[in-house]
């Protein structure tokens, strides 16, 4: 998963993410699925303007977007109640995580975990530019 521009001419970015955050979800569309939750893995990448120079910049938070943010912001939205698409999920991020101006792309991978008995993981995988 990543979100850095295969083209030359865009602005450089400093890549974010949080990696494989798992929650219990009140998520899916099927009558089996109502009324419970399900665990699901949440993984946010983000790209934040950067500097295309060599110069080291302030240590300072305010240059940059907290993770904790972007945690409490997934939290809080898996925790509004129930969805029926994994995709209504991400959007829901994504558009969360892009109300930070600061934020030019997001890219949000949601993933069902314990649906198929032989497969790891079902999901989707979406990017949004600001």
Do not use: C
């Not at 809080?76 to 600061?102: C, K, M, S, Y």
């Not at 890219?107 to 314990?114: A, M, N, P, S, Y």
Request: proline content about 3%; charged content about 30%.
């Amino acid at each position: 998963m990543t979100i850095f521009a295969p083209w030359a001419d865009q602005p450089p970015l400093r890549h974010l993410f949080l990696k494989n955050m798992v929650l219990d979800a009140h998520i899916g569309v099927f009558p089996h699925e109502q009324g419970v939750t399900q665990r699901i893995r949440v993984s946010v990448s983000f790209g934040v303007v950067d500097r295309n120079d060599l110069e080291v910049g302030a240590d300072d938070l305010s240059r940059t977007v907290s993770y904790e943010d972007v945690v409490l912001l997934v939290r809080r939205i898996v925790q509004e109640g129930h969805v029926q698409l994994v995709e209504t999920l991400a959007e829901r991020i994504a558009a969360g995580v892009l109300a930070d101006t600061r934020v030019r792309v997001v890219r949000v991978l949601i993933e069902k975990l314990d649906v198929f008995e032989e497969i790891e993981a079902v999901g989707v995988e979406i990017e949004r530019r600001a």
